[in-house]
DNA sequence: TAGTGGTCTAGACCACGTG
DNA sequence: ACGTGGTCTAGACCACTAT
């Protein structure tokens, strides 16, 4: 077992004892707790632990970490505010995952005016490898030209054609993705990608405008022509602020709302 | 001086040291921290420390309260997080406010496509006092007929003019409040409400949705007839969850684009 | 009863900002 | 040099869950 303080990462990701030299104008000073946070949040990205698992005790990780049991309790803190571990008195401490009822609406804020959120049917329109587009590229951080998966999919509630999405996912990430293993989830997208594709969503970007419908748009989505639609543009992250997803969505807000909390 | 632990509020909120009875159906425990956290917000809201005012030191609310310094920084930790407090190290530990550059853009989510987010110039078209109409009275939760602040304005980018507000709020809390007031400020509104009213907004929900300009609306915006337009809808909150104000914004998209993080 | 996270304390020392 | 918040530790005890 090797602690953080002896091991080589003490020279780069110091430790909180007194720093040689003169005051860099840029500080790099990072305290024990946020290097164990790293530690954790590298175990997460790897898959040490499952979405869905406990991760080891506080006791049980201050040991393996060579710290006291406040040090990592404080790293875990910020990891559970953000929403990458969740607590359980008298469990333990759990991966977060989203095939939970608990995170079923963070990412998903389109709600009926009257009555309570609900989950919407998906249909599968298309799923397909291409080479992504400059635009996409660039948003994912890829070369222009790499693969990447796009999906295209209707969100409904009640039988009511509600949001058209188009996906495109970084291509390297979702091998083997197709309409069919879409199709037979059961569960939000999310939840396969993390479990079926180690990768987790962790935080989106999103810029909301509001469009008149133009002619696929409105088919797709039983409205006139012309009729106002919000249109949603995702990016969303993972782990160590990767980019993984750019998602455009066009929303039908008659008896919907886009819900949003200013905290 | 008297301590949490002695006064009579222990009896009703009381301490974490072993309950007596029966386990109750709602668990009724609440921790020392959050006890403080209850006593310091109170000050808060009670106007005990202004904005952009430094309060006690954590040793000094330690003392007051009777509990360790842990404690208090356990509650004041919890308030910062929900950008009631800012810490600044070195410094203390301030009542945050909307006069401050850190906090102009936390309630302004409409961005200019390029560039950065700029602050709009606001032109009031309105300030009167009248009855309130049944419906902002149901959300201000004040009977109807009672009397509120209708406020219009029109807020513009470089001459642009970007987003047509309604602004609906509690009439006892803002009386003399005028056009003239409104227009001579300088700074955001809501800098104005807690530096000359003692109401400051702590948090809001918006229900979002796309609709097209009517007539007034497309007026006043310049734009057609039927051009889609963003419809914010605004409930905003102060200290203990009441809700002082109900906004309806109507937001031009074109150039602009309603920015939202989800963590 | 045992194990987990949650709370509270007391004390030492560090980083930062201001005189 | 001083005061503030920030970090870290060690230990005690409480609340909750499972067995």
């Known amino acids: 077992m090797q602690s953080v303080r002896d091991s080589a990462a003490t020279t780069t990701a110091s430790s909180h004892r007194k720093q040689a030299g003169r005051a860099p104008v840029v500080p790099t000073f990072s305290p024990l707790y946020r290097q164990i946070k790293a530690l954790i949040t590298r175990s997460l990205r790897d898959g040490d632990w499952k979405p869905g698992e406990a991760i080891p005790s506080e006791q049980m990780l201050a040991r393996r970490y060579g710290v006291s049991q406040g040090t990592v ?54 799923c397909r490898r291409l080479r992504a587009p400059a635009e996409i ?21 009640a039988n009511t054609p509600t949001v058209l999405d188009e996906i ?31 990768t987790r969503m962790i935080r989106c970007e999103e810029r909301i405008r509001a469009v008149a419908a133009d002619g696929s748009v409105a088919d797709a989505l039983d409205v006139p022509l012309g009729h106002p639609l919000l249109l949603v543009d995702r990016l969303s992250y ?8 750019v998602r455009r969505g066009y929303c039908v807000t008659s008896g919907f709302h886009f819900f949003n909390e200013l905290l």
């Open 238 to 245: 993972t782990y160590n602020d990767v980019a993984v997803e």
């Open 137 to 157: 590229a660039r948003l994912l951080r890829t070369r222009p030209g790499e693969t990447a998966v796009l999906i295209r999919r209707l969100l409904a509630f």
């Open 73 to 126: 309790r404080k790293a875990i803190d910020e990891l559970a505010a953000e929403h990458l571990l969740v607590r359980r008195q008298g469990r333990g401490t759990f991966v977060a995952s989203h095939n939970e009822a608990r995170a079923q609406f963070r990412f998903l804020r389109l709600r009926p005016d009257e009555g309570e959120p609900a989950q919407p049917e998906s249909r599968i329109l298309e």
């Open 168 to 198: 495109w996912l970084a291509g390297g990430r979702f091998r083997g993705l197709t309409a069919e293993r879409l199709s037979a989830y059961r569960g939000p997208m999310y939840g396969l990608f993390e479990a079926e594709f180690g």
